[in-house]
């Protein structure tokens, strides 16, 4: 009996090296704290990586809370499997795959009430049992705070690039993000980069922007702590309304301020990760491929 767990336990760590060695890059999206846009960021990130012609992945491990499929326009969405047994991901444009605990549940409103031995399975089989492929850069959307979840994700995916942090700028979000600056300092995770979301509204009518969260929060922070500060986005009326109908804001309307602003983003973190990885340019939309 023991010598059978034995065998399976070595089993699944075989396959979990092989699907993760044909991965390049591994990047985990944190917040310390709920509402913060953390799975907008990770969404469109992932997007904008796929548009610049890189092989991409997306996993939602947000087990309470999983927004990805919202976000991409997939729910509802029909998973299978191929002659191995693996699940195929769901596919957005050329470049990129996704997967989400929200896609395998029987409902959207299904609540998941795991303890911790359980949601380290789901981790890995979203990686080893997905057909993957090779990949360039996988994103991995996780809940917000330091708990588990997190912690499963840097204990099982070898070789994590790092960590981009989103915060808002107000003071009450930037203390919850000193402790996932922390998380990872404990963890040995270095952190890629802090993104201040929600920074400002530009207005739809005369294009000022207007600092209702204030602003420069996560920059200071950053500075603080001595991590890397990847940039502001603005709050736009479009990336809310992009976010409820399922469309990621940067393929639909690449020329906004917001988008432009994601863009620096990802030029910055593709500077901190390695500089080959800078090679391929943006191919933004200028608007809705349906318009």
Known sequence: MQNSQQFDEQLEKV???????????????????????????AANLATLLSLSGHKTGLIDIDFHGPSIPKLMGLEGKAIELDKQNKIIPLGFGDHLLVMSLGLLLKGADDAVIWRG?????????????VKW???????????PGTGDEPLSVVQT??????????????????????RSVRFCEKLNLPVLGVVENMSGFVCPHCGKTVDIFKTGGGESMASEMNVPFLGRIPLEKDIVEASDEGKPFVYFYGKSQSARAFEEITDRLLQNIKPQSTDKEHNLPDSSPSE
Do not use: N, Y
């Open 117 to 129: 031995p359980m949601k380290m399975g789901a981790i890995k089989q979203l990686v080893k049992d």
């Open 157 to 178: 995916i070898d070789k994590l690039d790092g960590a981009i942090i989103v915060t808002t700028p107000q003071e009450i979000s930037i203390s919850d993000v000193r």
């Open 15 to 41: 396959e979990l090296e092989r699907t993760l060695s044909r991965i390049k890059h591994k990047i985990l999206v944190m917040s310390g704290k709920g509402g913060v846009g953390k799975s907008t960021i």
């Open 133 to 143: 492929g090779d990949l360039d850069f996988m994103i991995l959307d996780s809940p």
